[in-house]
């Protein structure tokens, strides 16, 4: 059995709900339309948003004029999804379970939920769905090791000692075992792999980056139980400035059959 497997709870971010769209960085529309661009749609072709979380993603695939199904574990974040993209489908489910009968699909999009799934079974899985000429993205977030990004680590720092640095996501990444999804990427059909990418600033309250820390799984009230409120004290006293700069690239990883 994976360690994905193992790990897998198709309700980790229910309580993130509240918090995931308003405080999550949203991905540019520049980004899609080159996604879009790249991935040679056209308008009403199938999309999947594979992992779909409050639609972030749908959303903005719909508004680009493709027929879009959302797929996600969590009954919560689909509500949320339905609220903000009233013309897409959403249906619960995961790559553990798929929905019987969907697809074929010209893109399979997920947003920051590969490293959750099996990804070895997924690529196999995604390659019965993806019609020939179509594509996988995934989108990202990555913040350079830049002064105005230093509240991150000031973040990740307080976020330890409420057990972040013992989710079995992060021991996997600090180990030096980690397989990339590049690494997974280039093993499976979809092997022939662009990025693209956008830089985005934005200024941040403090209240912001506590929201933010809220909708993450390694810090969502669910996580903290009764210690969300020392978490928030001890976060908003690391944070003494009002307000702080954050600097990201949003990005697509574009994967086609090889």
Known sequence: MS????????HRF???????SRYRQPYPRRLIDWVVERADLKPGDAVMDLGCGPGTLAVLFAGAGMTVTGVDPEPAMLDEAR???????FLEGSTFALPAGIGPFRLVTMGRSFHWMDREATLARLDGLIVPGG??????????RTDENSWRRTLDEVGR????????????RDSGRYRTHESYLL???????????????????VDDIVGLAFSLSTSSPAKLGERIGAFESDLR???????????????ALIARRG
């Not at 360690?3 to 198709?10: F, K, L, R």
């Not at 229910?14 to 995931?20: A, G, S």
């Not at 996988?136 to 913040?143: E, P």
């Not at 000692?161 to 996997?172: M, N, S, T």
């Open 161 to 172: 000692k409420y057990g972040r640095g013992e989710e079995a996501h992060i021991v996997e």
């Open 83 to 89: 609220r903000n993209a009233p013309g897409v489908t």
């Open 14 to 20: 229910r309580t993130t709900v509240p918090f995931y």
């Open 237 to 251: 006293t690391a944070l003494p400035e009002p307000s702080y700069t954050e600097i990201a690239e949003m990005s």
């Open 135 to 144: 594509a996988i993205a995934l989108f990202d977030d990555r913040h350079p």
């Open 3 to 10: 360690q994905a497997v193992q790990n897998y709870d198709p």
């Open 187 to 205: 093993d499976s059909t979809f092997a022939d792999l662009e990025r693209v990418a956008v830089i985005v600033r934005r200024t941040l309250s």
